[in-house]
């Protein structure tokens, strides 16, 4: 016997998949397979449901060579990470799969059908929406091509892998002299490129001058890379400032197709009158959003979370997900108690609650 609740099979003639067949019927599922994801469906199969996540196989920190910051697995490449967090939520249950969900809809009696992009279909009780974000770098030729290598935009993720190497800000938003300060942190070589920005202020000129940061006028052309390294910054005039690091801000914008899908509508985040990405609202303690049985975690409703921060939301989700739950398992329970006994009633109430770790009476068939 299996010690958790597993999926169920709902045999209505059809899952998508050219019309045969049963739709399964999950406790959760997870949409996105990243560390919020994963630390979601870990601490949901933990809790004896039955979950499915689907992931699309898209993290958006695959192109840096390693994640920083996680404690217990400091340095270790993005992709180890992510698969051993997927053996670990295996292990107690969770089926995991790739593809991509396309959308998700709210279902008459309760619950919600999820829609994938080859056309298969799978029900839930509750949703986590874990899908992260996408960066949108700024269109320099040549910072696409050294993304998470030599192009960054995080100190904490980043700064000390360049420390005491010479490092060049690319201002794209009011957010630069904030981002030159921050990075005078790691190293003393910093130059600010002033780019297609306004003109700094008296006292942020100053600031800078008092950490001895360089501004460099004119618009960047383009970065220098050679033997598969970034050595220098290019303006528009053909100088060249050496450089080994650029950091530039992206546009965070979230992956919000499924939850867009639900009436769920991204808002515009602002730092300084200047939009620096989108994000899904949610309770900031719970991840739970405006629709009801609809949890989301991770970047998709915090830009600026890190790994570890993202796995930690996941698991917050995941238990307040349990917990709305155990409530609608109570309740059923109650409602079937009030009711007049039969050994139906008491298999049907056995299902719902214990899947197949129930007990109870059930009907000679």
Aim: with cysteine.
């Amino acid at each position: 016997m299996n010690d958790r609740n597993d999926g169920n099979d709902r045999n209505d003639g059809g899952n998508g998949n050219g019309g045969s067949g049963p739709v399964r019927r999950y406790d959760v599922v997870v949409v996105g397979g990243g560390a919020a994801g994963l630390g979601g469906a870990l601490t949901l199969a933990r809790a004896r449901r039955s979950v499915l996540v689907i992931d699309a196989g898209s993290p958006r920190n695959a192109p840096a060579a390693h994640a920083h910051n996680y404690l217990g697995r400091e340095g270790v490449p993005p992709l180890e990470l992510l698969a051993i967090g997927r053996e670990e939520a295996a292990g107690y249950g969770a089926e995991i799969v790739q593809g991509k969900a396309v959308s998700a809809e709210k279902l008459p009696g309760g619950g919600f059908r999820v829609v994938q992009e080859d056309g298969s279909e799978v029900e839930a009780r509750r949703l986590l929406v874990a899908t992260g974000l996408a960066d949108e770098l700024p269109p320099v030729p040549g910072l696409a091509g050294r993304w998470g290598a030599e192009v960054l935009h995080c100190p904490y993720c980043h700064g000390w892998e360049v420390r005491d190497r010479p490092v060049g800000i690319l201002a794209v938003s009011p957010m630069a002299v904030h981002q030159a300060l921050l990075w005078r942190q790691w190293t003393d070589d910093v130059v600010l490129f002033r780019h297609e920005q306004a003109d700094f202020g008296d006292e942020e000129y100053e600031r800078l001058a008092a950490r001895g940061i360089a501004v460099v006028d004119g618009e960047v052309a383009g970065v220098e890379v050679e033997d598969g390294r970034l050595t220098g910054v290019r303006l528009a005039d053909g100088t060249v400032v050496p450089r080994e690091a650029v950091v530039v801000q992206p546009r965070f914008t979230v992956r919000s197709g499924v939850l867009e899908s639900l009436g769920l509508v991204p808002a515009a985040m602002e730092t300084g009158g200047h939009v620096i990405g989108s994000y899904i609202a949610s309770d900031p303690a719970s991840g739970a959003t405006e629709v009801p049985g609809v949890w989301v975690a991770g970047n998709v409703t915090n830009l600026m979370e890190q790994v570890i921060g993202s796995a930690a939301a996941g698991l917050k989700a995941a238990s307040s997900i349990n917990m709305d739950l155990i409530t609608e398992d109570t309740a059923r329970a109650v409602e079937a108690r009030r009711s007049p006994f039969s050994a139906e009633a008491e298999r049907q109430v056995s299902e719902r609650v214990l899947g197949d770790a129930r007990h109870g009476l059930t009907e000679n068939r």
